[in-house]
């Protein structure tokens, strides 16, 4: 039933949807779930360390014998300056936040992420058939993995940085329409000029590169599948839309939101990681963005929350969780991944059909 079988056959799957890594909100059941349906399971890898990553792979391999993706971040967001320090206001918002759920001292801020080049190791050591990237991605890091026999996709938010990545050798691109959720990958210039629709980007890609590519962003049901592919997407990358199966990781507040949530609850905010993402607004969100001074860079920032979000996660309160939603949220359904992809499959062919006139 699908016609451009280039993703098909490039990742050899059966159906073009692929679960995007949304590290955070990854896990072992939920990538083997949408592998074994016939789409392609991804793991957001960039934050765990080589160790549990190797085990992590090993784990989704006990699950499923299908092809599925680790997902890195650019070395771009390893660059930490342990003496950076937090803004007076945003040293007392967090003090504050700290003394009102008892939770003890704000901690220092410490690498989350990477390194990229030790878990790209592990990665080629286990034998991992596919890996994409975040935030672009270094042209060596697309030879060994290429070298390994594996192929890689990697993030574009505009047409130059699709150009780019075609350039760097990259199997297949992915556009990254402003409807996401999660962050940005926009790498080359600033978010605000990166923030084009998911209609509007994809097209021009295709237009722009011969490599396959591959549309995000606001993808939540088999109209989006189909849109994108009349736009000439080879397959689709969906992450909201998987948040609302039961193998989603996520805490019940995060779910919750969710469940409750429409499209203007969202918002692109550099407010929870100092990186542009598009997440839910809640009360951290509001009081963050409201301070009258710069935020540390990216992981810096994220850092300093980390107890924080930690222990709102314990209790229930999502007022301080990051949740990552993208503007597609209210359509989200609540049923296992399998069935999910099984329905978009089916839903796909049938709507395919009408628009076909059968």
Same mark, same amino acid.
């Given at each position: 039933m699908w016609r451009d079988r280039r993703i098909l056959d490039l990742l050899e799957i059966e159906h073009p949807i692929i679960l995007a890594p949304m590290a955070g909100a990854s896990s072992t059941e939920l990538v083997a779930a949408v592998s074994e349906a016939g789409g392609l399971g991804s793991f957001g890898g960039a934050g765990t360390l080589p160790d549990r990553l190797r085990s992590t792979v090993q784990s989704i391999r006990q699950r499923t014998n299908r092809p599925f993706n680790i997902n890195l971040f650019s070395s771009r967001v390893e660059n930490l300056d342990a003496d950076l320090r937090a803004g007076p206001q945003m040293a007392e918002r967090l003090e504050g936040y700290h003394s009102e759920l008892g939770?003890?001292?704000?901690?220092?801020?410490?690498?989350?992420?990477?390194?990229?080049? !030790?878990?790209?190791?592990?990665?080629?050591?286990?034998?991992?058939?596919?890996?994409?990237?975040?935030?672009?991605?270094?042209?060596?890091?697309?030879?060994?993995?290429?070298?390994?026999?594996?192929?890689?996709?990697?993030?574009?938010? +505009?047409?130059? !940085?699709?150009?780019?990545?075609?350039?760097?050798?990259?199997?297949?691109?992915?556009?990254?329409?402003?409807?996401?959720?999660?962050?940005?990958? +926009?790498?080359?210039?600033?978010? +605000?000029?990166?923030?084009?629709? +998911?209609?509007?980007?994809?097209?021009?890609?295709?237009?722009?590169?011969?490599?396959?590519?591959?549309?995000?962003?606001g993808i939540m049901d088999a109209r989006g599948v189909v849109a994108s592919l009349a736009l000439g997407a080879s397959a689709v990358q969906m992450g909201t839309a998987f948040l609302g199966c039961p193998e989603a990781p996520i805490d019940d507040a995060w779910r919750a939101s969710l469940g409750a949530a429409v499209a203007n609850d969202t918002t692109v905010t550099e407010a929870i990681s100092g990186r542009p993402g598009r997440a839910l607004r809640n009360r951290y969100v509001d009081e963050i963005e409201a301070l009258d001074e710069p935020l540390l860079p990216h992981p810096a920032h994220y850092s300093l929350s980390r107890a924080l979000r930690r222990v709102a996660v314990e209790r229930g309160n999502a007022d301080f969780i990051a949740m990552w939603a993208g503007q597609g949220v209210g359509l989200i359904r609540e049923q296992p991944a399998a069935e999910l992809v099984a329905d978009l499959v089916t839903e796909s062919r049938e709507l395919m059909g009408r628009l076909a006139g059968g």
């Open positions: 939770i003890g001292a704000v901690p220092e801020a410490k690498q989350l992420f990477g390194p990229v080049e !030790e878990q790209t190791d592990v990665l080629i050591e286990e034998g991992v058939p596919v890996v994409s990237f975040h935030f672009g991605v270094d042209a060596h890091l697309v030879e060994r993995v290429h070298g390994a026999g594996a192929k890689v996709l990697c993030s574009a938010t +505009t047409v130059a !940085e699709a150009k780019e990545l075609e350039a760097l050798g990259v199997d297949a691109v992915i556009a990254q329409g402003a409807e996401a959720g999660g962050h940005r990958g +926009t790498y080359t210039i600033d978010y +605000t000029q990166a923030l084009v629709g +998911t209609m509007a980007l994809v097209p021009q890609v295709v237009d722009a590169v011969s490599v396959p590519v591959i549309a995000a962003g």
